[in-house]
């Protein structure tokens, strides 16, 4: 145990899915496992244990933002002996090419953010996902037939920014982001740390250049493309 994870330490699979809301990882143990079983609710932040096809995958809810994601997947890889996590979030779309509900892969997340700077003395602000699971991810997107985009995320510490701060649109543009999200700088980073795999697979939730928004209720029905991909890149 953790003081954030009640879980004994072989309650939880080698391969996590990681929403952000823990009702989603409700939903997708729920939806998409059988023989689930529930292995924390420490803070309400939801971890399920199930098989999809046979083999055995874990679902859990990471929060928002780069803490609260550093701490659960941090514990995850030291603690739990986990090998994979894939991120499965909401993105707001920079890029003018992406529609509402499009599925988007990350090749790199460039932040400002100091995270990891404070948490091991790492300066690099542009950091890289899995070379291996993001291929497995694109090679069965590309068997379901389900387009994907790949590009550079924003992983951003804030979500509202007040007008009169300047150069932060300039920042997102010079370093070529195509999307924002708050959490993948932080998991790739404690991946590189502790000689992890993790992913971070989005689904464009609303766009700054169009300005259109899903509804709640569309985001997790429009979801299930990404979820479903996920899990089958967990087996694959």
Not at 9 to 32: C, F, Q, S
Not at 127 to 141: C, D, G, R, V, W
Not at 143 to 160: I, W
Request: charge should be negative; glycine fraction near 6%.
């Amino acid at each position: 145990m953790t003081p954030h994870n009640e879980a004994p330490k072989l309650a939880i699979a080698k391969t996590v899915l990681m929403p952000g809301d823990p009702l989603r990882a409700k939903y997708i143990a729920e939806h998409y496992l059988t023989d689930v079983k529930l292995f924390n609710m420490i803070r309400n932040m939801l971890g399920y244990t199930g098989m999809y096809k046979g083999k055995q995958i874990s679902v859990m809810g990471s929060g928002m933002g780069m803490p609260s994601i550093g701490i659960y997947s941090y514990e995850l890889y030291r603690f739990y002996d986990v090998e994979r996590i894939i991120r499965v979030g909401s993105a707001g779309a920079y890029n003018e090419h992406f529609n509402i509900f499009d599925l988007f892969l990350a090749e790199s997340a460039w932040s400002e953010s100091t995270f990891a700077q404070v948490q091991s003395g790492c300066e690099e602000h542009i950091l890289y996902p899995s070379e291996a699971l993001n291929q497995t991810i694109s090679e069965t997107a590309a068997k379901l037939s389900m387009p994907l985009h790949n590009g550079r995320v924003h992983s951003s510490d804030v979500f509202y920014h007040e007008e009169h701060v300047s150069g932060f649109r300039e920042f997102y543009e010079q370093q070529h982001c195509d999307c924002v999200e708050m959490e993948s700088f932080a998991l790739f980073h404690h991946a590189k740390l502790l000689n992890k795999q993790a992913a971070c697979l989005l689904t464009i939730s609303d766009s700054f250049v169009k300005h259109e928004q899903a509804s709640a209720k569309e985001r997790q029905s429009a979801f299930n493309d990404m979820i479903t991909l996920a899990l089958e890149a967990a087996i694959a």
